[in-house]
Antibody
Framework: QVQLQESGPGLVKPSQTLSLTCTVS??????????WSWIRQPAGKGLEWIGR???????NYNPSLKSRVTISVDTSKNQFSLKLSSVTAADTAVYYC?????????????WGQGTMVTVSS | SYVLTQPPSVSVAPGQTARITCGGN??????VHWYQQKPGQAPVLVVY???DRPSGIPERFSGSNSGNTATLTISRVEAGDEADYYC????????????FGGGTKLTVL
C-alpha cells in the first residue's frame, strides 16, 4: 500500500528557508488522480493546509503563506517537496505530507507520520 | 475566506452516541471530510464526501451534511474513540483551497 515519509532538517534558523521532502513508496506518484499536499500543525493547535501540487506541476497555495511557499514534484524520484522561506518561530510545527483524492473533494486518505520542525537560533 | 466552526469539546459516556458538528456558510453545498487524530499520531480519514467511510473504518462512524451544518456521528462510543476530530472542505469559491475546522476534543467519560 502507498506510504508517505517526510524528511528534512528538524531545526531551522530564523529568516532561513525550511526545506522538506516527502517520499512516496508502494505506488507511483504519477498514477491516479491525486493531489499531493503539505499540512502543518503547531503544538497543541489545529491543522493548517500549506499547499498542494498535481503531478502535472500545477499548484495551489494557502493565501496566508503563498508569498513564502514553493511546492515542487520530482516524479523520477517519486517525491514532492516543500520550501518555506523567511521562517520565524511561528513556523515551528509538525509538518505532514498527505495524498488528496481529486475525485473526493481532496479528502486526505494517506498521511505521512509527520516531522517536527523547530525554528530557532 | 471560508470558515468552519467546531465546538472545542464534546463529552460522552461509553456506549452512547457522540455528535460533533461543523458549521459553515452553506456547507451543505460542499463535500465534507472528517479526520480522527490521536495524541502523537497523524490524522486518519474516517468519513469523506459527507457520509462515505474509507475501508477499515467501523460502521459506527457516520456523517451527514445539510444547510449550514455537517455532523460526524459516532455510535456506541468506545474508550478508543477519544481523540481530536477535524472537519475539512475544499473551498472552490475562493483562493483558499483546503479549509480545516478548529477541531473538537472528544472525551469518553
Amino acid at each position: 500500500q502507498v506510504q508517505l515519509q517526510e524528511s528534512g532538517p528538524g531545526l531551522v534558523k530564523p529568516s532561513q528557508t525550511l526545506s522538506l521532502t516527502c517520499t512516496v513508496s508502494g505506488g507511483s506518484i504519477s498514477s491516479g488522480s491525486y493531489y499531493w499536499s503539505w499540512i502543518r500543525q503547531p503544538a497543541g493547535k489545529g491543522l493548517e493546509w500549506i499547499g498542494r501540487i498535481y503531478t502535472s506541476g500545477s499548484t495551489n497555495y494557502n493565501p496566508s503563506l503563498k508569498s513564502r511557499v514553493t511546492i515542487s514534484v520530482d516524479t523520477s524520484k517519486n517525491q514532492f517537496s516543500l520550501k518555506l522561506s523567511s521562517v520565524t518561530a511561528a513556523d515551528t510545527a509538525v509538518y505532514y505530507c498527505a495524498r488528496g483524492i481529486a475525485a473526493a473533494g481532496n479528502a486526505f486518505d494517506i498521511w505521512g507520520q509527520g516531522t517536527m520542525v523547530t525554528v530557532s537560533s | 475566506s471560508y470558515v468552519l466552526t467546531q465546538p472545542p469539546s464534546v463529552s460522552v459516556a461509553p456506549g452512547q452516541t457522540a455528535r460533533i458538528t461543523c458549521g459553515g456558510n452553506n456547507i451543505g453545498s460542499k463535500s465534507v471530510h472528517w479526520y480522527q487524530q490521536k495524541p502523537g499520531q497523524a490524522p486518519v480519514l474516517v468519513v469523506y464526501d459527507d457520509s462515505d467511510r474509507p475501508s477499515g473504518i467501523p460502521e459506527r462512524f457516520s456523517g451527514s451534511n445539510s444547510g449550514n451544518t455537517a455532523t460526524l456521528t459516532i455510535s456506541r462510543v468506545e474508550a478508543g474513540d477519544e481523540a481530536d476530530y477535524y472537519c475539512q472542505v475544499w473551498d472552490s469559491s475562493s483562493d483558499h483551497g483546503v479549509v480545516f475546522g478548529g477541531g473538537t476534543k472528544l472525551t469518553v467519560l
